[in-house]
């Protein structure tokens, strides 16, 4: 699968400490994982001149106390909460200047961030997608990138998951109804 | 589960001939059989005051001619092109001048349309999902629900499918990250 | 100025009693003088095939209950509730079923609407915009369509306003940053 | 008028060299002569522990290449380039890491931005408004804030223009149509 980096953006999901580090609130061996191949496609993709985004998933401790039902600390104990360690990328993925990183609040790195503005601007149309959870913040974000008419492409050796079968879903559902999946190895970015 | 009429919406997506109707382009079984329990929802919905919600998909046939990449009917082939039998709302399912009926193009009820400024003017926050297809529309909608802080319940007994394990991904994966999952006899709208 | 059918819609902005009809609460005799204006310009449209587009603005009793701010009943009295005779589009102006009727909550049609999905579908790129108040609903829209890379054309024949130099500055504004004017005689839907 | 801090920002508009140096390709004088009051309300509104936002309008070069026909350059000339000094904040006006800096690529610094996330997860509801240019960015900018229910308050004394009639209508129409008007003696932030 080649694509062409003057319209590519390889967009890296949430690879935190909160989800990747053993000491984070949220780890998950397999999005530890996901740290090489992760990093392996950053190199590539800057090497070939495409856009390179960071997504990081940010609560401020606040943020849940005036909704009326969302309310992730709930639903999965408090986590990456903003200015702590828990919301930093990991060490080997390290935004340079000309990156977007992306603060998200929600599963979705589109709701309510400047992600499809900057993209537009930017004359950005394909994804490359990876980072963790495959399930969560990743199937999320790529299914709101179809809807928007970009291409988004699961990239199935660079995700992390809690189980495996969420992994099989996430990759399964996105290839049916909005996107496609490949693997490292297939994508050439020229 | 208590319901308060005042804040609560019934959804019933996707109703229409293309999916639930023998004829239609992407009947399921499961899809037709969903439409006497949705029926029994808006009855008592209607008798006990609480907002009535139809979504229909409906494809302009020249909507993916523009696209860069989302074409639903190179996914699915044509469905409930606008204008067309298959894009009506199914017979037992009829709309009353106070019920919004919402045009969608996408797989989700929310993007670029209505329903969300139309929710908050009429004070809305809950919302009882019922319809087809449960992994499809129904889920991308009670997903998006869930983001912008409504309550999205999926009414299990009352949603339509291609193939069971379908289902069971979709009122799984919506209970555990953004809703809840209930059936007819659970619900009350009082 | 030549505009191609195909891909151009005419919206006609809030000619609606409470507006344009002397009994109206917000009656203003130059809203009520754009009547004839905009129905000539729907005629041609129609005959030419372009898209037809009427807003509504419409206030459920309860809207700004649960508002922090935003309370257009604050600022203008009670107007164009929901379901009232206020609230209907004025008699000259009658819609058929291929228009689109775009029921709004603020001055912005665009806002938390299907306007913007609509057009898309409907490969709409070019709008012709008339109705009132010039320098209320109409610019907010004009406004909000030019921002989404729409062209917004106000036609400065066909819109109401309360005192004249309102027109004359919403005419300017949009002109100088994100639209045209011209007058009904300049346009040609062909 | 007292400003709770607690749920207030200060949101400084497009204060860049582009618009704010004697150097810049937009510059006015009245843009530059703002900067003084806003780095006053800046320091205030810190030590008072209200959130501070700083907006930056930002053009990447071909940004207007795909569009249909919101065209920025063509109306302005090139201006406020990605990553060139005029895109720059003034040297007084310096964001501290606990700001938000959003980067905004029309009028609107709603328009597909992080603003509204930020501030809904962060528990803001009020905005004092400041910055440059009083007519466009800013007015703009407080328009969408009108309509999501944030209470624009725009400081009549630290914005920026290029006529001072400009100035007057921007005002007059907030203050008319969704917010209010003030100056900085009047601010409390407390």
Redesign the interface.
């Known amino acids: 699968m080649e694509l062409d980096p003057a319209q590519t953006a390889l967009v890296v999901v949430d690879m935190q400490h909160g989800f990747c580090h053993p000491d984070g609130s949220l780890y998950a061996p397999d999005s530890e994982a996901a740290t090489e191949p992760c990093a392996e496609l950053v190199d590539r993709a800057r090497q070939a001149g495409a856009k390179v985004v960071f997504t990081r998933d940010v609560?401020?401790p606040?943020?849940f106390?005036?909704?009326?039902?969302?309310d992730e600390f709930d639903?999965w104990g408090e986590h990456v909460v903003e200015?702590s360690w828990e919301a930093e990328l990991v060490e080997d993925l390290d935004p340079k200047d000309?990156d977007l990183v992306?603060?998200?609040?929600?599963?979705?790195a589109f709701?309510?961030?400047?992600l499809?503005?900057?993209l537009?601007?930017?004359?950005v149309?394909?994804l490359a997608i990876c980072g963790t959870l495959a399930?969560?913040c990743v199937l999320?974000t790529a299914?709101s990138a179809?809807?928007?008419?970009?291409?988004p492409i699961l990239v199935e050796d660079a995700v992390g998951y809690i189980e495996q079968d969420h992994r099989e879903?996430a990759l399964e559902?996105a290839d049916?109804?909005?996107g496609e999946v490949t693997d490292r190895d297939e994508i050439t970015f020229a």
Chains 1, 2, 3, 4 share one sequence.
Do not use: C, I, M
Not at 102 to 108: E, P, R
């Open positions: 609560h401020p606040d943020q106390e005036d909704t009326h039902y969302y639903r200015d000309e992306v603060v998200k609040h929600t599963y979705d709701y309510q961030t400047e499809e503005g900057w537009d601007a930017h004359g149309k394909d399930n969560v999320h299914s179809g809807l928007r008419d970009f291409r879903y559902h049916w109804l909005f």
